[in-house]
């Protein structure tokens, strides 16, 4: 069950993958991974530098020749190393929860414990006077609506295996967030937002969702591949661009490629799963989903003058968000049906996408 959060003390649940133990922990790779990007930098320029010396022309001749005559060598090597990765990828692939969508994964909630702490720890101290305490009538009202959730979904295992915490704070901020452990932070500004309980069961669903798919777990795993990427571009960049505001530049775009065409596609990916499992969650907890969509149309009224292009943030737009919830409507109430749900009433006003 949920149970108000007031102390830092934390327990985690063990949601093991079977590599994780061999990745380096993400915390010591925050420390290393901008030493060796430096580090490509630093070598690329010397390597450009001998390059282009005069004075190397003939060792570079030298070099070409020993390559030219080791070809095969070379050849059997990459494909060997390139064999070895796309085998490595491979053996770390698994299907999501729930979903059952195919991803990379190399760590699992336990390894985020340090970087989790550190991001609690700043949100406690933040708003360390507003943490409202178990008897308030927000906090009551969150974990009534939590406990249903939870009850409603306790046949999960990924459910069932965590141990879920709850805390309201006193804030305007129209949010709520989940940590890879189970905690689960309401701000009661989000409270005052939502029209209903159902509209606050499916956000709280929603950050529940982004627990049990392990999406912090995931998108360490994802980062990490672009990040040994983004470190073998340094090298190349630098050691075959002539000039340093050059390197610096296309280096520049590389980034903005990698961010703009993958990493953040990556990261809606996952919000917008995290929407249609809250969705899932909800419906078996006899909540009435219909108004799942009504939520994130609210929000576009209220975001829409500072909202963000869409390829631009890491969070679908609202309308789209609202859009993927109704085609998911008819699954979700064939889900609250099979649950053995009361009947909801007939007559619901339902916005439609197209007058937007």
């Not at 141990?163 to 701000?187: H, R």
């Not at 008819?330 to 909801?344: G, M, T, V, W």
């Amino acid at each position: 069950m949920f149970r108000s959060f007031i102390s830092t003390k934390i327990k985690f649940a063990a949601i093991h993958t079977s590599s994780g133990q061999k990745a380096i922990p993400p915390i010591i790779w925050l420390i290393i991974k901008p030493v060796s990007k430096l580090s490509s930098i630093i070598i690329g320029r010397g390597l450009r530098k001998w390059l282009r010396s005069p004075a190397n022309l003939h060792r570079k001749q030298a070099v070409i020749e020993h390559f030219k005559t080791k070809k095969k060598h070379y050849f059997f090597g990459i494909t060997g190393f390139g064999a070895g990765c796309y085998g490595y990828y491979t053996s770390h692939l698994e299907l999501t929860p729930i979903t059952h969508r195919k991803r990379f994964i190399i760590f699992n909630s336990a390894h985020l414990k340090e970087i989790e702490e550190f991001e609690k720890k700043n949100i406690l101290e933040s708003f360390k006077d507003k943490v409202l305490p178990v008897d308030h009538k927000y906090t009551i009202n969150a974990l009534r609506i939590a406990n249903k959730l939870f009850s409603a979904n306790m046949h999960l295992p990924e459910v069932k295996d965590i141990k879920w915490k709850l805390t309201v704070i006193q804030s305007d901020i129209v949010n709520a967030c989940a940590f890879p452990n189970g905690d689960v932070f309401v701000f009661t500004g989000l409270m005052d937002f939502v029209k209903n309980d159902d509209e606050l069961a499916f956000i709280i669903a929603h950050e529940m969702s982004h627990t049990i798919l392990q999406h912090g777990a995931e998108q360490m795993s994802h980062s990490r591949i672009f990040d040994i990427i983004s470190i073998a571009l340094s090298l190349i960049i630098w050691s075959m661009v002539p000039y340093d505001t050059g390197s610096i530049f296309t280096e520049k775009i590389a980034e903005n490629m990698q961010e703009y065409f993958f990493s953040l596609p990556y990261e809606r990916v996952l919000e917008k799963e995290a929407d249609i499992v809250g969705m899932i969650l909800s419906a078996k907890a006899c909540f009435d989903v219909r108004n799942n969509s009504q939520f994130w149309h609210r929000m576009n009224d209220l975001s829409k003058e500072n909202e963000i292009p869409e390829f631009l943030s890491t969070h679908p737009s609202n309308i789209n968000r609202a859009k993927d919830l109704e085609d998911f409507l008819p699954q979700a109430l064939k889900i609250r049906d099979e649950c053995n749900c009361y009947k909801l009433p007939e007559k619901k006003f339902i916005k439609v996408l197209n007058d937007q």
